[in-house]
């Protein structure tokens, strides 16, 4: 564990991203038939996935001889210079070390638990080394490893971004069993929760800065083709000062356009453009249409879209025209701006950027009013 080349439980799509050059090597985990096996991937010639023998004295070996530990064993063959196997002929050149958002399990203590997300529980925690206070999600260890993927595509994705309104990330726990995702812990949580317990005080003003925030936060996503698919209330959170920043990583896909192929299992339908939901279609616009959903979930105070409807009822109203009212006290141009968000056809709608300007133009006109 010591070793920088050990990358504990990584999963094979990430190893195989981060071996590039011929030589590359690392030292990973992975579980096969409920047995923890130690594998040595290489890049050579492709990607080459060796599994480390273990003898009847317990020593470690490939085809050659056997070593007392692990490291041993991968210290001889990166320092011979020998092929791993005579039929591979993959011979180790570099150690691939681990990125530096792979933080050791160790370095993590989760406190209290404080929500359930798709995968596992969230949990408040402190990293040792800084005693920050850090929000953590963990994988359910009982999860196939189809699952143990999608989950941390969430950090995958989320380690690029850096932007007010996007939840950050610190790092992601590899090294053993449950694997975490950990990010910074926005101390207001849920957005919907935060609009339900504030609903008496929050002004009209706070509400158009909340549009502003998730705004920002989308133009920027939609600036790096990234594709959220999840956006909601229940998936923003609330920062100091009521900033909102958009979270929830786990639905969203890195291009321009994205075609569901595994059916529409845990798809959100009230938030749901129509086109995704009909044809499984997604890019920026059909964010767009949740963003109206959105704007009116804030103005409604954490109101309950389509209330009263099903989901299919809703969906069959939204194919013949029909449109949520304003929440009241809704301002007449935030309202135009949802309605020309749920325009029926993704190309007739307004993208982020052009959003953002409408609502920071608006949010500019409220504060002059009330100088």
């Keep these: 564990m010591d070793e920088e080349w050990f ?37 050579w010639g492709g990607h080459k996935h060796f599994i480390v023998q273990t003898t009847a004295e317990g020593h470690y070996r490939f085809e050659g001889p056997a070593f007392p530990s692990i490291r041993e064993l991968i210290l001889y063959q990166f320092n011979s210079g020998l092929p791993v196997t005579g039929r591979s002929g993959a011979i180790l050149y570099k150690p691939i070390p681990r990125e530096r958002w792979e933080l050791n399990n ?40 189809e699952h143990k993927k999608k989950f941390l595509q969430e950090g995958r994705i989320l380690k690029q971004y850096d932007h007010p309104n996007i939840v950050k990330l610190i ?50 996503l939609e600036s790096k083709n990234c594709i959220h698919r999840d956006l909601a209330a229940r998936n923003c959170l609330v920062g100091y000062a009521n900033t909102v920043k958009i979270s929830d990583f786990g639905m969203s896909r890195e291009e321009e356009e994205y075609i569901v192929s595994d059916g529409m299992k845990q798809i959100p339908i009230k938030w749901t453009a129509p086109e995704a939901l009909n044809f499984g279609k997604y890019t920026s616009l059909c964010d767009v ?83």
């Design 7 to 43: 990358h504990g439980v990584l999963p094979r799509e990430e190893v195989v991203r981060l071996l590039t050059q011929d030589g590359d090597f690392l030292v990973r985990e992975t579980t096969r038939n409920d047995e923890c096996q130690t594998v040595l991937s290489v890049c």
């Design 106 to 145: 160790d370095d993590v203590i989760l406190l209290d638990k404080i929500g359930r997300g798709n995968f596992g529980d969230v949990y408040k925690a402190q990293l040792k080394s800084t005693s920050q206070e850090v929000a953590v999600k963990t994988c359910r260890v009982t999860l196939p490893e």
């Design 171 to 220: 790092g992601i726990c590899v090294q053993k069993q449950p694997i975490m995702i950990v990010m910074e812990l926005v101390p207001g949580g849920s957005l919907l929760t935060f609009l339900r317990k504030n609903a008496s005080i929050l002004t009209e003003g706070q509400l158009m800065n909340m549009c502003l925030d998730a705004a920002a936060g989308m133009r920027y």
């Design 289 to 371: 249409w949740s963003y109206g959903i959105l704007c009116w979930e804030i103005f409604s105070r954490g109101g309950t879209p389509y209330s009263g409807m099903s989901n299919s009822k809703a969906r069959e109203k939204i194919d013949t025209g029909y449109r949520m009212p304003a929440p009241e006290n809704t301002p007449d141009e935030m309202y135009r701006l949802m309605l020309r968000c749920w325009e029926y056809q993704p190309e007739n709608r307004p993208n982020f950027e052009q959003i953002y300007t409408v609502v920071d133009t608006l949010c500019q006109a409220y504060r002059v009013s009330f100088l």
